[in-house]
């Protein structure tokens, strides 16, 4: 803002430098009659004219140069977050959402269809824990204001998703911890191996997860859960559209 003002002071002045010396000159050229006086006079308000000109260049070229620079320092600070948290986190939800949808109209929930309920479940739980461990788990936006709507549309996911009272956070947990022990870059935990692993029977924690958030889940309290699943998902965006908007200016 500062250097907009100086920006528009230098202009105003060179306006004025160029304008009232135009004016004085051409009364001084009809009383001159010397053709080397005419010359040094145009010399002078070109020069004068140089002077403010090479100076507004240089702060609208300091102004860009800052800018750019300034917006360079933000993407490398936010890049690694929407890469690696905000994005996954706000497309897990996408998942776990449309999953419900997909089968809250059902009948009778099946053992496959609650098996890769939980797996979304655990997708979207584990990316919470990840960016908690790695980033803080505070998401990083244009206001604080627009931070905390976004935590407190996951606080209503987390709320919407209460299978067990107080022992859903430890639920909650036990599927975070073998997610994320599971899921490597080189070798991602894919929702087929989740899914023979909760029906197998080798894991006795994920079988009962399985049988006591499948006896829960009904289609009642799957819209509730897509509701804020939904609501999570596009505070997030819209939080990061206003963050983008925000470097423009």
């Known amino acids: 803002m500062q250097r907009f003002v100086r920006i528009l002071i230098l202009s105003v002045v060179t306006g004025l430098g160029w304008g009232i010396p135009s004016l004085l000159a051409s009364s001084l050229f009809g009383q001159l009659t010397d053709p080397a006086a005419k010359a040094t006079i145009l010399a002078a308000i070109i020069a004068l004219f140089g002077v403010f000109f090479t100076a507004i260049f240089s702060e609208i070229s300091n102004y860009y140069t800052g800018k750019g620079l300034g917006m360079q320092k933000k993407w490398e600070l936010i890049f690694p977050l929407l890469r690696d948290h905000y994005n996954p986190w706000i497309q897990s939800a996408s998942y776990l959402s449309k999953h419900l949808k997909r089968i809250k109209d059902s009948a009778e929930f ?26 803080g788990g505070r998401p990083i936006l244009a206001e604080d204001k627009d931070e905390a709507e976004v ?45 023979k692993d909760v029906n197998g029977g080798t894991d006795k924690d994920l079988t009962r997860i399985r049988d006591e958030f499948g006896m829960w889940l009904n289609r009642d309290r799957a819209t509730r859960a897509t509701i804020a699943l939904d609501e999570f998902e ?3 965006k819209k939080a990061i559209r206003k963050l983008y908007s925000g470097w423009a200016t």
């Open 110 to 135: 099946s053992t496959g269809q609650i098996a890769r309920c939980m797996f979304y479940l655990s997708l979207f739980f584990a990316h919470r824990l990840r960016f908690s461990i790695e980033a």
């Open 151 to 195: 935590l407190e549309a996951y606080e209503k996911v987390e709320k919407s998703l209460d299978w067990k009272g107080e022992e859903t956070r430890s639920d909650v947990s036990i599927l975070q911890t073998k997610f994320i022990q599971k899921d490597k870059p080189e070798n991602p935990y894919s929702s087929d191996q989740f899914i």
């Open 234 to 236: 596009s505070q997030f």
